[in-house]
């Protein structure tokens, strides 16, 4: 698909200020209208987890928020997505995110919505370690809940990196990463850092963009309008992986912003419904 390169601000990321390169990875201050749509996706988070068919609050490991969320389909062996969610890996919880289900529930899917500690109380390191190890339980305890289909792996800002790090697990049969954050080199030098206080080693090991790649199809989406930095880490991921010839599409979704994007996974005639759906064959 055809889509246009934005001018990259890490051109030249030495010569800006602090102030301009917190800017380039700023989702909030970029979509004005952020708080409204996030209140939004809380409440109606809120209401679905609260009304859906579901097994809540499973533990996976021993930190508090170790536990994830199960919406089982009526058939044990349909698909199952599971749903990292963003917030650069420092804010936000599963919770928020329930909205999401009725979206591939509507194509008689289950859902899985693991949460993860966040940063500053945990290292990014520590952060991944958690992902595989939400996927390890779900492989062994899934079907004992009534989830024990092809699982395909997405997630959205912070969660399109974990999926990108996790797509190598045996459970994971494909991957949809929606507006992910895939070199964490220029993140260390953000006011984000302050937080997550970012090693050379984890800049290295966890920069999906500096890892060999992995022969697993994985889509790339992203919004049009979206801040250049994150639009240009999911180009170069096609990019590089096309180059090793791994298979996968990239996914520019016109009109949308990182937070409307989230929308096209919403609605079961969604764009990014569709893209998992695909994922399955």
């Not at 969320?69 to 009526?74: K, R």
């Not at 190598?168 to 997550?196: K, Q």
Request: proline share 7%; hydrophobic share 45%.
């Amino acid at each position: 698909m055809s889509f246009e390169r934005p001018a990259d601000p890490r051109a030249r990321w030495a010569q800006l200020s602090q102030s301009e390169r917190d800017a380039a990875y700023d989702n909030n201050s970029a979509v004005k209208n952020s708080p409204e749509l996030i209140a939004e996706r809380n409440s109606s988070s809120a209401q679905a987890r609260a009304t859906l068919k579901s097994v809540l609050d499973l533990p996976y490991a021993t930190r508090p928020n170790n536990k994830i969320d199960l919406y089982p389909a009526a058939e044990r062996d349909a698909p199952c997505l599971v749903f990292w969610h963003g917030g650069y890996w420092q804010k936000n919880t599963r919770e928020l995110f329930a909205m999401l289900v009725a979206g591939v529930a509507a194509h008689g899917w289950s859902m899985a919505i693991p949460g993860y500690s966040l940063a500053p109380d945990v290292t990014l390191t520590t952060i991944v370690d958690e992902s595989r190890a939400a996927l390890d339980w779900l492989a062994k305890h899934g079907p004992e809940h009534g989830v024990a289909g092809p699982v395909i792996s997405s997630g959205w800002s912070a969660g399109g990196h974990l999926v990108a790090m996790t797509l190598d697990h045996p459970l994971v049969h494909a991957g949809l990463s929606i507006s992910g954050v895939f070199d964490l080199g220029p993140i260390r030098d953000t006011g984000l850092n302050e937080a997550l206080q970012l090693s050379d080693g984890e800049i290295e090991k966890l920069s999906p963009l500096r890892l060999p790649v992995i022969d697993k199809r994985l889509d790339l989406a992203f919004g049009a309008n979206e801040l250049p930095a994150l639009v240009l880490d999911s180009m170069n991921m096609q990019d590089r992986r096309a180059a090793a010839g791994a298979p996968g599409r990239i996914l520019p979704l016109a009109g949308h912003d990182h937070f409307s994007i989230l929308a096209e996974l919403r609605r079961p005639d969604g764009a990014l419904v569709q893209a998992a759906r695909d994922l399955v064959g």
